[in-house]
């Protein structure tokens, strides 16, 4: 599990980011407002609020009464602070502690891109959104991850694995590549969202093929997110190990497309 402050350590990796991030702006951001009843004259926190690009996209569609973004990464909520002008609260903050963060009611939280790798105290993070939603307000948090339907995916992330962890023993480092969310995470994050009290009201589910080479790109193009995979070596390392994983990972299984699945789930607070 990641728990990571240095997700970006300075502006011009924020920047980087944000780019990177732009199509996943635009392809959610009405969603988002429909699904989390986002209108005019609610209160919305974004946590993780990352670069502040989504809350960003929000505020210029709907005119909210407040907007409150929350990053452990203080680098994160600059950024995201910058990016919207009017009502915003900016707070620096581990989300597990949501509820004693914000002491007043919210009709909308979104946790973007977070929850599963980064949220460590997952029943504390769903405990404290309930304890701060207005009756009828909304949890929307999204889970990325990878071959729930196809096997080829399934074993060529367990095939890059094993071939990270081997071609990083030269260094003798302890890598933490992740673990993508197979069907019994996800039972397990639906026991988790009904003991604390919220109801599911629906899942969607996004899924979409990407080549073998745009692996490559995703895990490296992002500065910080490779960082606590490979921890301890230098950029051009950690790309040349995944770079090499993946060859190695092709030629053991042939190359074929890979699937990636998106599921939000939408939450409400029923009384
Ligand atoms: C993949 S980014 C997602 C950011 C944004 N929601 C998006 O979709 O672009 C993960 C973010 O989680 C933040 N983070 C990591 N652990 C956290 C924690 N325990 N509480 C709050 N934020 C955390 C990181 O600083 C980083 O900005």
């Known amino acids: ?12 990796e924020v920047e980087i980011v944000s780019q990177f991030r732009k199509n996943y702006v635009k392809e959610y951001v009405n969603f988002l407002i429909k699904k989390g009843n986002i209108k005019q004259g609610k209160v919305i926190v974004d946590i993780p609020c990352g670069t502040g690009d989504m ?17 452990i990464n203080k680098n994160m909520v600059k950024s995201a602070k910058e990016k919207i002008i009017n009502n915003v609260l900016a707070i620096v903050g581990d989300a597990g502690d949501i509820g004693n963060l914000i002491d007043f009611k ?17 029943e504390d993070f769903l405990r404290g959104c309930e304890k701060i939603l207005n009756k009828k307000g909304r949890l929307i948090f999204d889970i990325s991850t990878r071959g729930l339907d196809d096997e080829y995916t399934r074993k060529f992330f367990q095939s890059q694995r094993k071939e990270i962890m081997s071609l ?6 302890t890598t933490q590549f992740p673990t993508w969310p197979n069907d019994s995470i996800l039972k397990n994050y639906r026991k988790m969202i009904f003991d604390s009290g919220l109801k599911l009201l629906d899942e969607n589910e ?9 692996i490559l790109s995703d895990a490296i193009t992002i500065p910080g997110r490779s960082r606590p995979w490979i921890p ?16 190695k990972t092709t030629e053991k ?11 939000f789930f939408i939450l409400e607070k029923t009384n």
Not at 1 to 12: H, I, P, R
Not at 206 to 214: A, C, N
């Open 168 to 173: 990083s023993k030269e260094y003798n480092i």
């Open 106 to 122: 919210v009709d909308t939280i979104i946790c973007l891109n977070g929850f599963h790798q980064y949220i460590n105290r997952k």
């Open 206 to 214: 996004f899924t979409t093929f990407k080549t073998v080479s745009q």
């Open 232 to 247: 301890g070596l230098n950029y051009k390392k950690r790309k040349d190990i995944i770079k090499k994983s993946i060859e």
């Open 55 to 71: 809350a960003k996209a929000i505020t210029e569609k709907v005119n909210v009464e407040k907007f409150v973004v929350i990053d």
């Open 1 to 12: 599990m990641t728990q990571l402050k240095k997700y970006v350590k300075n502006k011009k």
């Open 253 to 263: 299984l042939g190359k074929h497309k890979i699937e990636y699945n998106r599921i």
